[in-house]
């Protein structure tokens, strides 16, 4: 089975940083594609960052200048730096990894549980 597991989010100030982690563990053969989205209530699943292993990464407009995606591609590791963060970057933040599990060439979409990032004004 595969896990992805999150931590560090939490409350802030408006202006403030927090960095977001997720790890991916278990039957796991390679990782493609390795993102953070976001969802506020009653909106549709937001995609923040992407990054694909040497590729340039991606980024919304709303996040442009402020986040910076990484990722450990030796450890299964993908963070979010997030600095002068505003009030309507409140959110439940989601890791989302595309992994191959086995030698056969196909990848499945994996969740992490989320992790509530308040900011406060």
């Known amino acids: 089975q595969v896990q992805l597991v999150e931590s560090g989010g939490g409350l802030v100030q408006a202006g403030g940083s927090l960095r977001l982690s997720c790890a991916a563990t278990?039957?796991?053969?390679?990782?493609?594609?390795m993102a953070w989205y976001r969802e506020i209530p009653g909106q549709e699943r937001e995609l923040v960052a992407s990054?694909?292993?040497?590729?340039?990464?991606k980024y919304s407009a709303s996040v442009q200048g402020r986040f910076t995606i990484s990722r450990d591609s030796a450890k299964n590791t993908v963070s979010l730096q997030m600095n002068n963060l505003k009030p309507e970057d409140t959110a439940v933040y989601y890791c989302?990894?595309?992994?191959?599990?086995?030698?056969?060439?196909?990848?499945?979409?994996?969740w992490g549980q989320g992790t509530q990032v308040t900011v406060a004004s």
């Open positions: 278990g039957q796991i053969f390679s990782i493609g594609t």
């Open positions: 989302m990894s595309n992994i191959q599990r086995t030698r056969v060439r196909i990848f499945f979409k994996f």
């Open positions: 990054i694909l292993n040497d590729e340039e990464p």
